[in-house]
């Protein structure tokens, strides 16, 4: 059984930074793709970032150059850092690990980020 246990959210100001975790437990292996996605209130669950076990990364526009994503296979964790934080931002995000062998994927329970103008 695959848990992910998310830290790291919060309230923070427009401009601020915060950094997000998450912790996996059980059978991980490390080529598995990693990611981040989030959901607004009224909105879809959207795509974050990704990274895969050899580091390739992916953001979304919205996000760029704002925000990165790296992992730790050794712990078994994915980190998204996030600067320069726009309201926009505001949203419940995800972590997502991905067994691209079966195409299964496991989330976290979701962690608050709150912006403020």
């Known amino acids: 059984q695959v848990q992910l246990v998310e830290s790291g959210g919060g309230l923070d100001q427009a401009g601020g930074s915060l950094r997000l975790s998450c912790a996996a437990s059980?059978?991980?292996?490390?080529?598995?793709?990693m990611g981040w996605y989030r959901q607004a209130p009224g909105k879809q669950r959207e795509l974050v970032a990704t990274i895969t076990s050899g580091g390739s990364t992916n953001y979304a526009d919205s996000v760029k150059g704002r925000f990165t994503i790296s992992r730790d296979n050794a712990r078994n964790t994915v980190y998204l850092q996030m600067n320069s934080l726009k309201p926009e931002d505001t949203a419940v995000y995800y972590c997502?690990?991905?067994?691209?062998?079966?195409?299964?994927?496991?989330w976290g329970q979701g962690t608050q980020v709150t912006v403020s103008s």
């Open positions: 997502n690990f991905r067994n691209i062998g079966t195409m299964k994927d496991y």
């Open positions: 059980g059978s991980i292996f490390s080529w598995w793709t």
